[in-house]
């Protein structure tokens, strides 16, 4: 919840810098294709066949088998990738990072002309917040790709990469002109991309030139009608330069420019209860939903708003409703368990724990969803009165350095009822010394008042 807004408007903003700096590489949980193997590297099918095979080949884990195969479809078409990056792309396709790079390395090295290799390693090293080792990759690709005249259509392919990746690199840097620069030749190269536009529409903004930003974010949407409302991109800039007037003067624009979208109004009310201004939040979600009644995210956004105000009776209703539109949807199914132990109903105390117990069970280790499904479940055992359970759990959880703010919430509130009150307000006023907004935030507020007040008094001494 304390990151909400800013999560879900980066969605909308850019899918990810790093699937934008590997344009055209296979996503690691993508079905593989031939053609996401050869890419633009031949203009027909005549390969399709026999790279199809060698993928068939990689999923009955003969490696051998489909490596010769790869090798033997590269020394009958030149044009082909080197049969490392291909190889290379099927490790990647299975989550496999070690022999990918290990793949990528024999490439390097019986391939040395060829650029590919290293885009790929410079996109895992970024991937990995190694910038500079991603930086140093992407020099020694551009430096290839200046002398490759192999194939045409992968050298339009590589500068493009290049011109990409550069300008991810300066852009994590804050190095904006650099940026501006690389991304200019992207967009030379490739006009039509809508993901280049953003990300130069942003890179004008951090250099003072918001007008030049919302031109670039206009032209985004037009070569992409899925990409955000020009409006909402620069209400998600002022924000994050934490220029709150003119943030929510580009939502009220983006309200003007699309009055029928429901979807305009869930990112006002996302923002306004980022801001904590509950009422606003509230109007704008029961517009999204007087326009889209069924709107998913409209009840779930709804029921956050509830909770927050501590209105567990709307909160429930709202929630409920998601949950039954999308029962296995983890971030509604989670929010309803936190809401329904609030419930002096038995019946309603018991769900939270079902619904707890089944997140648990269903998000193990190695999950986003695992440490608040774990911590979810702390709580409501603590609710339940089974606190050696609850204080077992959230220990383990606050170890890991993971705990959400509401997670932080938890732990501050077990400890003062256990008399550790000293420690409980350290953590609440470190919590709350982020501006952000999460669910538990006022009950955190008075708890920390309250701890004070207790500490102030000779009683308490």
């Given at each position: 919840m304390a ?9 909308l903003l850019v899918?990810?810098?790093v ?9 690691v949980?993508a079905?593989v ?12 099918d005549?390969?399709?066949k026999?790279?199809?095979?060698a ?5 009955d884990?003969?490696i ?7 090798e033997r479809?590269?020394s ?7 049969p490392?990056?291909?190889m290379?792309?099927l490790?990647l ?17 019986k391939?040395?002309?060829d650029p590919e ?9 970024f991937?990995?917040g ?5 930086a140093v990759l992407?020099?020694?690709a551009?430096d ?10 992968r050298r339009?392919d590589?500068d ?6 550069t ?9 904006w ?6 991304l200019?030749?992207?967009i ?8 280049a536009r ?5 890179v ?14 206009r ?6 009608a899925?990409a ?6 620069m209400a998600?800039?002022?924000d ?7 943030a929510e ?17 869930l ?5 306004y ?5 509950i009422?606003?939040?509230k109007?704008?979600c ?7 009644a ?7 956004v ?6 927050v105000?501590r209105?567990?009776t709307s909160?429930e209703?709202?929630?409920n ?8 949807n ?14 002096d ?7 939270a ?10 998000y ?7 440490i608040?499904?774990v ?7 603590y609710?339940l ?5 609850a ?12 705990l959400?703010?509401?997670g932080a919430y938890?732990?501050?509130r ?10 409980a307000?350290r ?21 920390l ?5 207790e500490?102030a008094?000779?009683?308490?001494k």
């Open positions: 990151n909400g807004f800013k999560v879900d408007v980066r969605r899918a990810g810098v699937a934008v700096v590997a344009c055209g590489a296979a996503s949980h079905q294709t031939a053609q996401a193997l050869i890419g633009n590297a031949v203009s027909d005549s390969m399709n026999e790279i199809t095979n993928i068939a080949r990689f999923s884990r003969d051998d088998g489909c490596m010769a195969i790869l479809a590269k009958n078409n030149a044009k082909l990738p080197p490392g990056v291909m290379a792309t490790w396709s299975a989550n496999q990072l070690a022999p990918a790079r290990e793949s990528l390395e024999g490439a390097v090295v391939f040395p002309a290799a290293y885009l790929k390693l410079a996109d895992l090293a991937g990995e190694r910038i500079t080792d991603s992407f020099a020694k551009t290839l790709t200046k002398a490759y005249n192999d194939n045409p259509k339009r590589f493009i990469r290049c011109a990409a990746g300008a991810a690199v300066a852009e994590r840097r804050r190095q002109d650099d940026a501006q620069k690389f200019a030749e992207w030379k190269l490739d006009p039509d991309n809508a993901g953003l990300r130069m529409g942003n004008m903004f951090q250099l003072g030139k918001e007008k030049e930003a919302l031109e670039n974010f032209e985004a949407k037009k070569i992409d899925k955000p409302l020009p409006e909402l991109a998600q800039r002022n994050e330069a934490k220029k709150r007037e003119a003067k580009w939502i009220q624009d983006a309200i003007k420019a699309a009055p029928n979208d429901p979807a305009v109004q990112f006002a009310a996302r923002w209860l980022q801001k904590n201004e009422e606003k939040a109007a704008a029961e517009t999204a939903l007087k326009l889209d069924k709107s998913l995210e409209g009840k779930f709804r029921g956050l708003v509830a909770r105000a209105d567990y909160a209703k709202y929630l409703e998601a949950h039954f539109q999308s029962p296995g983890f971030d509604v199914s989670n929010s309803l368990a936190l809401v329904l132990i609030e419930s109903d038995d019946e309603a105390r018991r769900r724990l079902e619904l707890a117990d089944t997140n648990v069970a269903k193990r280790e190695n999950t986003p969803q695992q608040p499904a911590t979810t479940l702390a709580w409501v055992f609710k009165g089974r606190r050696e359970d204080e077992r759990i959230l220990e383990q959880v606050r170890r890991s350095n993971a959400s703010q509401d938890y732990v501050a077990i400890l003062s009822d256990r008399g550790e009150k000293d420690l307000r953590i609440l006023d470190e919590m709350l010394a982020n501006d952000g907004m999460f669910a538990t935030r006022p009950d955190a507020v008075d708890l008042a309250k701890l004070k007040k500490a008094t000779p009683a308490a």
